[in-house]
Structure formats: structure tokens, C-alpha cells
């Protein structure tokens, strides 16, 4: 009964900027934590930035100093601002949510993906 709907990938030249959205909505009793994971062409699924309750942060190696997460906790929606993007950060982008639902259960909800492309 949850959804997540994000937006904001594209293609970008490198050195660029991007900010994708992510809004989830739903029966959602508590969500404890938003975060995005990206996924290339033949690797594995990482993660890039969490963001829990009080604000608190983590990020990939890869992205610290260049990627900012942050929430809005009354809309249900985590936003990733992209600087300084390199041709590395190519990936399809998905917005996860691990939320406490109706009937007690918590779940991990996915978005749809967004592809992020960063090439000249």
C-alpha cells in the first residue's frame, strides 16, 4: 500500500548538478529511514546516503563532499542533490524507504528507478 514516485534523473555533462525527489505515501505509521541506492550496467546494487530520524547521515566514499540527502519529513519525501557529477555516478538511482505499515509489519519499499546519466 506504499508507493514511492521519484523524479529528477536526466543526463548531464560531467561536473554537473542533479536533484532527484522521492515521495512516499501510503499507510505509513513510522518511517525509519530514507535513503538512495544506485545500480550500473553489470555491478552491484550500493548504497549512496541514508538519512535517519534527527537527520543524521551516512554516504558512500564515492560521493561524500559532492552528494547532500535530506528530508522532509511531513511530505514523506527524501531529495539527493548531485554536485561535481562524474562519469562514474552513472547508474539508475532508486529511493528506498524502510517504514512501519498498516498490520504492524516494516517493510523495505522501493522506487521505480531513475536513470542518472553523466557523460560529455
Known amino acids: 500500500q506504499v508507493q514511492l514516485v521519484e523524479s529528477g534523473g536526466g543526463l548531464v555533462q560531467p561536473g554537473g548538478s542533479l536533484r532527484l525527489s522521492c515521495a512516499s505515501s501510503?499507510?505509513?505509521?513510522?518511517?525509519?529511514?530514507m535513503g538512495w541506492y544506485r545500480q550500473a550496467p553489470g555491478k552491484q546494487r550500493e548504497l549512496v546516503a541514508v538519512i535517519l530520524n534527527g537527520g543524521s547521515t551516512n554516504y558512500a566514499d564515492s560521493v561524500k563532499g559532492r552528494f547532500a540527502i535530506s528530508r522532509d519529513n511531513d511530505k514523506n519525501t527524501v531529495h539527493l542533490q548531485m554536485n561535481s557529477l562524474k562519469p562514474e555516478d552513472t547508474a539508475v538511482y532508486y529511493c528506498?524507504?524502510?517504514?512501519?505499515?498498516?498490520?504492524?509489519?516494516?517493510?523495505?519499499?522501493w522506487g521505480q528507478g531513475t536513470q542518472v546519466t553523466v557523460s560529455s
Open positions: 501510503g499507510s505509513i505509521f513510522t518511517i525509519y529511514t
Open positions: 528506498n524507504t524502510r517504514a512501519l505499515v498498516s498490520g504492524l509489519k516494516i517493510y523495505d519499499y
